[in-house]
C-alpha cells in the first residue's frame, strides 16, 4: 500500500524546514530563551544544507526535481538564511522582534524560494514565489509600530500582488499555447509547432518579464524596493536584498532559458534595454542617497543589473555566471548589512551615511570590514565582487553582447563612486559623535564567515566556478 | 617568434612580492607603537630590496626572453594561472619600487604621525601590488594587481593627503578606474580569442587589423589614463598635490611608469600593427604633452603642481620614445622612466623635507633657501639639472637616446620634443632661482638644515642620477636583448591596415547588432 505513495526524497530538505518552522512558531510562547531560535534556524539550516547534496531525484510526477541546478540555488538560499540568522538576534532582541515567528517566516521564505529553484512545473512556481513573498510582506512590516516599515510592507505588498497578476496572466497564455504547465513539455510544445512569431507568445514572455523585473527589482519596475528596504528591519533587509533576488533569478533561469528557449530573440530584446537601465539608474541614484540602507537598496538595484547579463547570454556560461554572482553577492551585501546592524542603538538608527564618519577612528575593525565589503561591492580585486563581475561580463561577451558589457563595465564606474563616499567618510574625516556598536558572538561569527567568503572566493574561486559550470551541465544542453 | 622560458629554481619573484603582503598582515596585529610599526616597516621593505639585488646580478643581459620564471595553475575553470617573470623590460621597475618603497618608509617618519599603523600596512600593500604588476605574465593576474592597487593608493591620498585631498582622490580613482574597466573589456575579448589569459601565448596571435584597432584603443584607455598623456592627465596635478610626500614620490616613481610599461608589454607586443598605424597620432599627443605640460609649469606657484606637471612632459618623452618603435628611443623611454621615477621621487622627497618645516607649498613663501640650508639647496640643484637633462645627470642620457631615436624615425617630432627641452630648463631654472636664490623669505629664515635621515633617503638617489648619467652601459645593457626582440616582433608583424572609416563602419555594426 506504501509502496504506491511517490517517493518524497526530494522533498526532504523543504518538509525539514517547514515542520521546524511551524514548530518554532508554536512554541514561541513557551520559550523563554529566544536564543534557542537562533540555534535551531542555525542548525536546521546546515542539516538543510546536507540533506539537498544528499537527496536526489524527482516527485510529484516530476513535478519537482531535486537537480543540480536547484542545489546550486539552495545553497545560496540556505547560505543565506545562515547569515541572517547570525546577524538578526542582537537586532531583532533590541527592536523587539527577536521571537520564533521571525526566524519561521525566514524559514517559509526560504522553503517558498526552494520550491521555486527545483520547480518543474509553472503552478508549483507560482507557489513557491507566493509562499516567499507573502512571509516577506510579513518580515518587512513586523515593526508595525514605525510608519516607514508599515509602508514598505504596504508598498511591497502592493506591487508584488501585480507582479503576481502578471505572472498568472503569463502563465496563461503560455497555457493556452501548449496546454501544459510543464515546463519541459512547454517547451517541447513550442519547439514543434514553430510558434516564434506568435503574438500570444511574444505577450507571454513579456508579462513574464514584467512579473520576473518586480520581483528582482529591475528598472522601472524598482519602485518599491527603495522604501521596502529602507522600511523594513535590517535583518529582513539584508535577508531581501539577495535571498529573494536569487530566487526571482533562479525561476527567470527556468522559465527563460528552458521554457521560453523558442522565444529567445523576444525576451532577449525585452531584457536588454531593461538592463542597461537598471544598471545605470541604480548607479546614478545610490549616488545621491544619504540613507545607507536605501543606498544599498539603489545598489542592489545595479547589482541585479549585472546579473542578469548572465540570462541575456542564454547560454549555460552565462547561467552559471549569474548563479556564481549571486552566490558571491550574498557574502559581501550581507556582510555590509551586518555593520549596518552593528551600528544600531535603543535610540539610534545609525543609517545616515554620515552617522560613519571617522569610524575607522573609533572602529578601526569594523570600518576595515566594511571597507572590504564594499570594495568588493564595487568589483575591485582582490575581492569576490571582481570575480563575479568579470564572469558574467565574460559570458555576455562571448554571447555577443558586447555593447552591453562596454556599458556595463561604464555603470560599473559610476556605481564605485557611492561606496567610495562612504570609504570616504570612515577614513578621511574625523568622527563627529560618539558612535557605540553593539557586538554580539553570533554577528562576530557572521561577519567573519562573510569577510572570509568575500576574500576567500575572491582569489581562490576555481573550485566555485566549477561547481556553479557543473551545475549546468545538467540544466542547460 | 616564440619566447623562451628560463624557469626559476628558486620562487624569488614570489618571495619579492608576497614578502610585503606578510609583512602588512603582520603589522595588522602588531600592537599600536608607532616606533615599532617604523621599523618593522622598514625592516621588511629593506629585506624585500635585498631580495631584490639578486634579480640585479643574475640576470641574464644576453637572453632576450622570460627570466626567473613561475607558473602554477591557479584557476583552472579559467586557465588562468599564477605565472610570474621578468625581462629586461620590467627587471628595472621591480628593483626601482623596492627602494622606491624604502625611501618612502624613510621619509614618512616624522611626516606621518595619525594612524601610522594604516599608513605602513597601506604603503606595503601598495609596493606589493606594484611589483606584481612587474612581474605577471598572467593577464588576469597582471589586471588583478593593476586594480588592486587602486586601494591602498585611494586611501593613502584620501587619509594622509593635503587640505583637498578627498576631491583628489576621488577623481584619481574614478579616472583610473574608467580607464581600467575598459581595459577589462580587452582583456575578455583576448581572452574569448585565444583562449588563455597568458601574454606570452596571447603576443602570437595575430588578430587581424580590425580587432587590433579597438583592442588598442581599449587599452589605451587605462594606459593613457595612467601614463598619463594629455588630455587625460588632469587628475595628476590634483592627486600628486594632495597627496602626502610618500604617496607623491610612489605616483610618479612607479605608478605612472605603470602605463607606460602597458604600452610597451602589451599595445606594442599584442597589437603591432595597430601601434604601427597608430603612430603618429600616439607621436602627436606625446609631443603636445611634452610642450602643453612645459607651458603649464611656467604658470604654477605651487611647488608640487610644478613638478606635477613637469611629470606630464617628461612622461610625453617616455610615449615619445616608445611609438617611435626605434631601438635607441624605446631603451631611452625605458631608461627615461626609470630616471623619472628616481629624479622626480627626489624632488618630490626634497619638496617634503621643506613642506614638514614650513607647511606651505607655495613657491612665493621661500626664497635665499641657498643660505638657510646649504645642503639640502646641493641635492635640490642636482636633481633640478637632472630633471632638466644636463649632460652628466641621468635625464641627459634618456632623453638624448630619446630623441636620437625618434629623429631616426619621424623627424618633425624629435624637433617638436626638443623643444620640450628648452621649455623644461626654463621652469626648473626659475624655480630653482625663486626658492634658493634672491632675499631670504622671513618665513624660511632660520629653517634647520637637512637631517640624517633624509640624507639617507636623498642620497642612493644622488647616486643613481650620476651613476646612470656617467655609465649607463649597465643599466642599458638590461634591456638591449628584450628591447631587439620586442622591436623585431613588432615590425616583422604584418597585417594589412584598413582605412578608420571602414573601421568605425564595422565596429558600429558588430556593436549593434542587426
Known sequence: MWSSLPSFVAVYPETLLVVVASVMALVDRWITRKAVFTWATIVTALLALALVFLTQGTT?????????????????????????????????????????????????????????????????????????????????????????????????????????????????????????????????????????????????????????????????????????????????????????????????????????????????????????????????????????????????????????????????????????????????????????????????????????????????????????????????????????????????????????????????????????????????????????????????????????????????????????????????? | MEVALRTAEFPLLSAIIWLPVIGAIILLLLPRRDRLI??????????????????????????????????????????????????????????????????????????????????????????????????????????????????????????????????????????TLVGSVLMLVGIIFLYLKAGTFNILEIMQLGLPYQFQFWLFWAFFAAFAVKVPMWPVHTWLPDAHTEAPTAGSVILAGILIKMGAYGFLRFSLSFFPVAAKAMMVPMLLLSVIAIIYGGIICLAQTDLKRLIAYSSVSHMGFVTLGIFSLEGNAVEGAILQMINHGIVTGALFMCVGVVYERTHTRAIKDYGGLATVMPIYAAFFMVFTLASIGLPGTNGFIGEFLILLGTFASKRWAAVLGALGVIIGATYMLRLYQQVFYQEVNPKVAGLPDVKMREVLALVPMLILVLLIGCYPTPFLGFMHASVRALLEHVHQAAGTTLPISEILKEGLHVVLPS
Open chain 2, 38 to 175: 617604523r621599523w618593522f616597516s622598514l625592516v621588511v621593505a629593506l629585506a624585500d630590496f635585498a631580495l631584490t639585488l639578486p634579480l640585479f646580478s643574475w640576470f641574464d643581459k644576453d637572453f632576450a626572453g622570460m627570466q626567473f620564471v613561475e607558473k602554477h595553475a591557479w584557476i583552472k575553470a579559467w586557465h588562468i594561472s599564477y605565472f610570474l617573470g621578468v625581462d629586461g623590460i620590467s627587471v628595472l621597475f621591480v628593483l626601482l619600487s623596492a627602494l622606491v618603497t624604502v625611501l618612502c618608509i624613510l621619509i614618512s617618519w616624522e611626516a606621518v604621525t595619525e594612524k601610522v599603523k594604516e599608513f605602513h600596512i597601506a604603503l606595503l600593500l601598495t609596493s606589493a601590488a606594484m611589483m606584481g604588476v612587474f612581474c605577471s605574465l598572467d593577464l588576469f593576474l597582471f589586471y588583478l594587481f593593476w586594480e588592486a592597487m587602486l586601494i591602498p593608493m585611494y586611501l593613502i591620498i584620501g587619509i594622509w593627503g593635503g587640505p583637498n585631498r578627498l576631491y583628489a582622490t576621488i577623481k584619481f580613482f574614478l579616472y
Open chain 1, 60 to 477: 510529484f510526477g516530476h513535478a519537482y526535481a531535486a537537480d543540480q541546478y536547484g542545489v546550486f540555488f539552495k545553497t545560496i538560499f540556505l547560505l543565506v538564511l545562515f547569515l541572517v540568522a547570525l546577524l538578526a538576534p542582537g537586532y531583532n532582541q533590541l527592536l523587539g522582534i527577536n521571537f520564533g515567528e521571525f526566524y519561521a517566516l525566514l524559514m517559509y521564505a526560504v522553503t517558498g524560494m526552494m520550491l521555486m529553484a527545483s520547480t518543474r512545473d509553472l503552478i508549483l512556481l507560482y507557489l513557491g514565489l507566493e509562499l516567499m513573498s507573502l512571509s516577506v510582506y510579513v518580515l518587512v512590516g513586523l515593526l508595525y509600530a514605525e510608519l516607514r516599515s508599515l509602508e514598505g510592507a504596504m508598498k511591497y505588498f502592493l506591487l508584488g500582488s501585480f507582479a503576481s497578476a502578471f505572472l498568472l496572466l503569463a502563465m496563461a497564455f503560455l497555457y493556452g499555447l501548449t496546454g501544459t504547465t510543464n515546463i519541459e513539455a512547454i517547451a517541447k510544445a513550442l519547439l514543434a509547432a514553430n510558434l516564434s512569431a506568435n503574438k500570444a507568445l511574444f505577450l507571454s514572455a513579456a508579462l513574464f518579464v514584467v512579473a520576473f523585473a518586480f520581483k528582482v527589482a529591475l528598472v522601472p519596475f524598482h519602485m518599491w524596493s527603495p522604501d521596502a528596504y529602507e522600511g523594513a528591519p535590517t535583518s529582513v533587509t539584508a535577508f531581501m536584498s539577495v535571498g529573494p533576488k536569487a530566487a526571482g533569478f533562479a525561476a527567470m533561469g527556468r522559465v527563460f532559458l528552458i521554457a521560453l528557449a523558442a522565444a529567445k530573440t523576444e525576451w532577449t530584446q525585452l531584457l536588454v534595454p531593461l538592463a542597461v537601465l537598471t544598471m545605470f539608474t541604480g548607479a546614478v541614484l545610490a549616488v545621491v542617497q544619504t540613507n545607507i540602507k536605501r543606498l544599498l537598496a539603489y545598489s542592489s538595484i545595479t547589482h541585479a543589473g549585472y546579473a542578469v547579463l548572465g540570462i541575456i547570454a542564454g547560454t549555460k556560461e552565462g547561467m552559471a555566471a549569474t548563479m556564481l554572482y549571486l552566490f558571491l553577492y550574498a557574502f559581501m551585501n550581507i556582510g555590509a548589512f551586518s555593520v549596518i546592524v552593528l551600528m544600531r542603538r535603543r535610540n539610534f538608527l545609525g543609517e545616515n551615511i554620515f552617522d560613519y564618519q571617522g569610524l575607522s577612528k573609533t572602529h578601526p575593525t569594523v570600518a576595515l570590514l566594511l571597507l572590504i565589503f564594499l570594495f568588493s561591492l564595487t568589483g575591485i580585486p582582490p575581492t569576490a565582487g571582481f570575480i563575479g563581475k568579470f564572469f558574467v561580463f565574460r559570458a555576455a561577451f562571448e554571447a555577443g553582447h558586447t555593447a552591453l558589457v562596454i556599458l556595463a563595465v561604464l555603470a560599473s564606474a559610476i556605481a564605485a563612486y557611492p561606496y567610495l563616499r562612504i570609504v570616504m567618510l570612515m577614513y578621511m574625516k574625523p568622527p563627529e559623535k560618539e558612535v557605540e556598536i553593539s557586538l554580539n558572538p553570533y554577528i562576530f561569527a557572521g561577519l567573519m564567515f562573510a569577510v572570509t567568503g568575500v576574500l576567500l572566493f575572491g582569489v581562490y574561486p576555481g573550485p566555485v566556478i566549477d561547481f556553479a559550470r557543473a551545475c549546468c551541465t545538467g540544466f542547460l544542453p
